[in-house]
Every structure is written in structure tokens, then in C-alpha cells.
């Protein structure tokens, strides 16, 4: 069952899913991400710090005890004004036991109680001091000391289980790296085993994928202030595709600043889809502070399906009101527009460098409403090497049906504007309903690679399991390509994304 439990100004409201103990049976744990909205300005940073501190807190304390773990996202505690050591991990040192010496800040040593009293792993995200001396190390910056963005993770007794420090760095100038990537990988007292890394690292083979295809984790964590991106790359879209393709459970817990395109939360099991999910976007600035708890299944394909999803998000046809990023090379796709054509089917191949892809799909379309559907759409293909803040770049292969305002390629992954007036309901969308929709392409192999489906309603959620079918060849096939198809299940009408995207570590 599902009820509303309100934090006072701290959240919006807790999803309760789950009533009972916190220990885990022995096919499922009880899992819990926070979307989470900071405070970042109008004080001073211990201030901010403490308005932060004091929401962790009851949000920890809502839970109830029924939570294993708990995630918090990335960036949304302490500021470089008010940085923290974070010692090496010893589970034999609690740092809430007051005869304890820590060199931590106290609410470091607040938290770690908190998941004593809480019965509870917690996971948070902390900017982190390391003191170096520049005679004896001579990458040790001019300040004295180097800064991190760092995941934390604290067990049931309050000490320190796990530390990661952030290796794909974001337009983070006075931030540092580690001399190499860490991997973050503890196990806990439920007999779950997990990793966990920070919002960029996911689009890179080192730490993310490394430690699925080298550990063999099954259960991953994600801290995250992610700035969503259309067509492909929205938070939900790129959750639920990464935990999709890799067969794991992820818990992924996100900054909320939708002001900023800055939302997305989520509980996923593997190829079974959300348990639980959330992005914010409602009335467009504010943010919220919610706990997302979900029953996991310990790994995904074990689960029962009756079992799964427990709670998704639900939305009617209203556009979200976010400032979105937009795929910055769209004019480069082999691109074609999608005929409003009743009924009939379509079919087109489309090349680019070496991957063609196949599109067929048929719409239904509403005679009075053809002069002023909001979305029109785009077929397209690209492969290439494409840039996130002219900071890094990865190589891609894309293929895929998205959303256009108009019939021109710039208008492809803006969002409808606003309503007319504030205050005023949303308008329902006008799109074109798809009665049959098929994606296949042909991916080059590479040892290091990772095709995913990428889907995206205008709710801006992905489609769940049972709507879409995954088709790629288990691994082992030699062949020069592999074949992939993405295939609509049911007729839809509030699409925005739909295909199949690659990426290419080692280009």
C-alpha cells in the first residue's frame, strides 16, 4: 500500500511502501533514494548546511526503521565552504560513540547516529578536504590540500564502510581526481553486495560499467545532480536504460532544482523496470524533499513478477514545465520526418558512417487535431563523438524516433512552452497516437561497449517493461555487427523518445 506522510516545510511527502521490520527477507531488502531539494542560497554556508543536515535527518527518522539503506544524492549537504575529512573505511570505529575521537565534522558523526538510531545503512555525498603537503607531494595543490566529491557510506553501528571519490569529473574546475579510479564495493549485514559511483561516472566505462562487467555487482548506487538532456539523455530515461541493459538493481537518488532541469530519482529492477521513481517538474522552480522506498528484489531476475512494479509515478497527459538541455549535434543525425500519414505503415533505412538502423511504424492520427499537433517526429541515426559542456566527450551510436515542435531539426528535444498564464491548468498534449512502432539496428562490435533502450513519455518517465521488447543477442556473438530491436508492445500516444543508444568507451 501506498500513503502520504508530511515532513512539515522539510518534504513534500513520503511514499510509504513498505510497513514491517528493516530486515530483509531472504529475496528482497527495502531500499530507499531522497529526492532531494537543497537549500543553496539566502544564508550562510554553516547556515545552509544545517537547514541540509536537519532535513537528512527527518527524512532518516520518517523512514521508521524500515529501510536497509538509504541514498542521499550527490551535492546537496555540505559546500566547499564547510568541507569534511572522510577518514578510510573501518567497520570496527563507530564514529557515533562519543569516546571515539574523529576528525570528521560533527555532521558527519550526526548522520552516522542517525543510522544507529535509524537501524539503517546510510549512503551521502560530501565535498571532502585531504591535507597533503606540497614538499613531500608534488601533485599536491598550492592550497594544501585536495577536494573531492565523495560518496559515504555508513552501516548499521555508525562507522564508515565505503568511500568513493569522484573519478568523471563535470565542469568541477576546483574539484580533484584520484592518481587512479577508485571502486566503491562494500557488503553489508542483508547479504547484498553493492557498488556506487557519482552522476557522470555513469556515462563511462570507468568506474560504472567496470564494475558490473569486472566485480560482477548486481546491486549499484547512484548519487546524483544530474542536469536532464532530450532526446536521449534525461535522468529517468538514462536510469532505468543503464540498469535495463545491464540486468542490475539500481538506486539512484537525485538532486531536485527542476528550476535548473535538475530532478530524477528512481528504484529500478534490472529488465523488470521502476519499483519507484520521481521527477519533478509540476509547477517548474520548486524542488521537493521526498524518500522513495521500494522492496528489491536481491538480484532482478529473481524477482516474482506480482511482485514488481511496487509504485510508480503517475501522470496524465499535462507537460512537465523543466529547463532541459538539448542534444547539441541533432543537425548532424541522418534524419528524415515521420509522414502524418493515417494507418499505413512506414518503413525507412538510414545510414551513418557504419551503423544503419530501420524504422517501421504506423500512426492514428485525429483528423481535427492534425493542424495543431504539439510534437511531430524525427527519424535519425548518428555516430560520432559528442561533448557535455565542451568539458568531456564520448563516442556514441544513436538510433531513434524523437520528438520535434516543428518539421525543423532544431526544434527536435524542446519541450512545449509553458502554459499561457501562471496559475493556469496545463492544456492536454495533441501527438500522434503509434499503433506499431520498430526500431533494429546494426552495432559495430567493440570489447567495450553498451547499447541500451532509451525511451521517454511526456511524462517524462521511460517506458516501463511491459510496454517495450528488448531484443539483442547474448554475448559470445562474433560477428562483425550485432543486431538490435526495440519494439513498442502497446499502441502509444505520449511518446517522445524512442530507440537504441550506444555507447563506445573506447573510442
Request: glycine share 6%; charged share 15%; hydrophobic share 40%.
Amino acid at each position: 500500500s501506498a500513503c502520504n506522510v508530511m515532513c512539515g516545510k522539510w518534504c513534500t511527502f513520503l511514499y510509504c511502501l513498505i510497513a514491517g521490520a528493516s530486515a530483509a527477507t531472504n529475496d528482497y531488502y527495502t531500499a530507499g533514494v531522497v529526492e532531494f531539494r537543497p537549500e543553496i542560497a539566502g544564508a550562510t554556508s554553516a547556515q545552509l548546511l544545517a537547514e541540509n543536515l536537519s532535513a537528512y535527518l527527518q527524512l532518516i527518522a520518517a523512514a521508521n526503521g524500515t529501510a536497509d539503506i538509504i541514498v542521499f544524492p550527490e551535492a546537496t549537504l555540505n559546500s566547499l565552504l564547510q568541507l569534511t575529512t572522510v577518514p578510510e573505511p573501518n567497520a570496527a570505529h563507530s564514529l557515533c560513540r562519543h569516546e571515539e575521537v574523529s576528525t570528521t565534522e560533527d555532521f558527519v558523526r550526526q548522520l552516522a547516529c542517525a543510522a544507529v538510531e535509524g537501524k539503517t545503512y546510510l549512503l551521502f555525498n560530501v565535498k571532502e578536504r585531504e591535507d597533503c603537503e606540497r614538499l613531500v607531494d608534488l601533485d599536491c595543490p598550492a592550497r594544501g590540500y585536495r577536494v573531492f566529491n565523495t560518496n559515504v557510506v555508513i552501516d548499521r553501528s555508525g562507522a564508515i564502510v565505503s568511500r568513493y571519490r569522484k573519478w568523471n569529473l563535470y565542469v568541477e574546475p576546483q574539484l580533484n581526481r584520484t592518481a587512479t579510479p577508485e571502486f566503491g564495493i562494500f557488503e553489508t549485514d542483508f547479504n547484498v553486495t553493492f557498488g556506487h559511483f557519482v552522476c557522470f561516472d555513469m556515462l563511462f566505462y570507468t568506474p560504472a560499467q567496470e564494475l558490473v562487467d569486472r566485480f560482477h555487482i548486481r546491486n549499484v548506487i547512484v548519487t546524483k545532480m544530474f542536469n536532464s538532456e532530450l532526446p536521449f539523455l534525461t535522468a529517468s530515461q538514462l536510469q532505468q536504460g543503464w540498469a535495463w541493459t545491464n540486468n542490475v538493481n539500481l538506486l539512484a537518488a537525485g538532486a531536485s532544482l527542476p528550476h535548473g532541469g535538475i530532478t530524477g530519482s528512481g528504484i529500478y529492477a534490472g529488465q523488470r523496470g521502476a519499483l519507484a521513481r520521481r521527477m519533478v517538474g509540476d509547477n517548474g522552480t520548486v524542488g521537493v524533499r521526498q524518500l522513495l522506498l521500494a522492496r528489491v528484489p536481491r538480484t532482478p531476475d529473481a524477482a516474482a513478477a506480482d511482485m514488481l512494479p511496487v509504485d510508480v509515478e503517475r501522470r496524465g497527459p499535462e507537460q512537465l514545465q523543466l529547463v532541459m538541455l538539448q542534444q547539441p549535434q541533432l543537425q548532424d543525425f541522418n534524419s528524415w520526418p515521420v509522414a502524418l500519414q493515417n494507418g499505413s505503415l512506414q518503413q525507412r533505412r538510414l545510414c551513418h558512417t557504419d551503423l544503419c538502423c530501420s524504422f517501421e511504424l504506423s500512426l492514428q492520427l485525429d483528423a481535427a487535431a492534425m493542424q495543431r499537433y504539439d510534437y511531430v517526429y524525427r527519424l535519425g541515426v548518428f555516430v560520432g563523438q559528442r561533448s557535455y559542456e565542451e568539458a568531456q566527450h564520448s563516442a556514441i551510436r544513436v538510433c531513434g524516433v524523437f520528438a520535434c515542435r516543428n518539421a525543423s531539426v532544431e526544434s527536435c528535444g524542446q519541450l512545449r512552452p509553458p502554459s499561457p498564464a501562471a496559475g493556469e491548468p496545463a492544456t492536454p498534449l495533441q501527438l500522434p497516437r503509434f499503433n506499431m512502432l520498430r526500431v533494429s539496428g546494426e552495432f559495430v562490435q567493440r570489447s567495450r561497449r553498451q547499447l541500451m533502450p532509451s525511451t521517454l513519455s511526456v511524462s517524462l518517465y521511460a517506458l516501463q517493461a511491459s510496454e517495450l521488447l528488448w531484443s539483442m543477442p547474448q554475448a559470445g556473438d562474433e560477428s562483425p555487427a550485432t543486431w538490435v530491436q526495440l519494439q513498442l508492445l502497446k499502441p502509444h500516444s505520449q511518446l517522445l523518445t524512442f530507440g537504441i543508444y550506444g555507447n563506445y568507451f573506447d573510442e
